[in-house]
């Protein structure tokens, strides 16, 4: 009886050990390609106008933008949430006076929304605007 239990309990402890890499295989992760058309910051960074590649791979949080000639690229993290409605895929970016901020990413492929804290960058030009965040939606197409 004990040799039973014990076969069991090994055949389980396999069956969990190999069910795991195709648990990881099945997190969270896009690809999105993305013509902005304005100079912006993404934390403390500017980069400049043009085609980005914005990838996520994992469940990790860390997001990565990608300049798609240059090579320029910047690892940011950011919080999920959850959307209201199940837009296209779409960058929404807080724009105070010609200064452009990425604010929040939907991948169009699920009903989270990723969202960018704001950076010390940020709050410094919103405090100077002395206005209220103007959000900009720029559409992107998915690759």
Known sequence: MKTRLFSLFIAAALLVALAAPSLATAAFSFRIRAEIPFEFMVGSKRLPKGEYLIEQTGDNGAVTIRHAKKGKSVIFTVVRGKMTDKPKSKLVFHRYGEQYFLARIWDGSSDTVLKLDKSGAEK????????????????????
Not at 124 to 143: G, H, R, S, T
């Open 124 to 143: 410094k030009a919103a405090k100077l605007a002395k206005k209220e965040e103007n959000p900009d939606e720029v559409p992107v197409n998915d690759k």
